[in-house]
């Protein structure tokens, strides 16, 4: 499995960004698919992730009602729709994928085993 993200770029806190990831081959039910960032001297850290067993999103606390993730299953991709954007959003963000993981490992990166390549997000104060 091939994931290409894109979307990132340099924005004003406030502002809004949509990341988009998109799977080489289509995804399944018990696919899991979502976002980790890392910035700056700090480890890489569970953004979000959507099952589409059942088709739930799991948010980090930090993100909980500003970001959100859509979804176009006939295009594979995953869209992280990030609102109010604040300076501590800043970091790569990585979309990431797995078929096998449980929900006590989604926020796990080492249980991820497709990764796509990083794209920048940096916000200004």
């Known amino acids: 499995v091939q994931l290409q993200a894109s979307g990132g770029g340099l924005v004003q806190a406030g502002d809004s960004l949509r990341l988009s990831c998109t799977a080489s081959?289509?995804?399944?039910?018990?696919?899991?698919m979502g976002w980790f960032r890392q910035a700056p001297g700090k480890e890489r850290e569970f953004v979000a992730v959507?099952?589409?067993?059942?088709?739930?999103?799991y948010y980090a606390d930090p993100v909980k009602g500003r970001f959100a993730i859509t979804r176009d299953n006939a295009k594979n991709t995953l869209y992280l729709q990030m609102n109010n954007l604040k300076p501590e959003d800043t970091a790569i963000y990585y979309c990431?994928?797995?078929?096998?993981?449980?929900?006590?490992?989604?926020?796990?990166?080492?249980?991820?085993?497709?990764w796509g390549q990083g794209t920048q997000v940096t916000v200004s104060s």
């Open positions: 990431a994928a797995d078929s096998r993981l449980i929900l006590s490992s989604i926020r796990n990166a080492d249980e991820y085993d497709y």
């Open positions: 081959v289509r995804t399944s039910s018990r696919f899991f």
């Open positions: 959507y099952n589409w067993s059942g088709g739930r999103t």
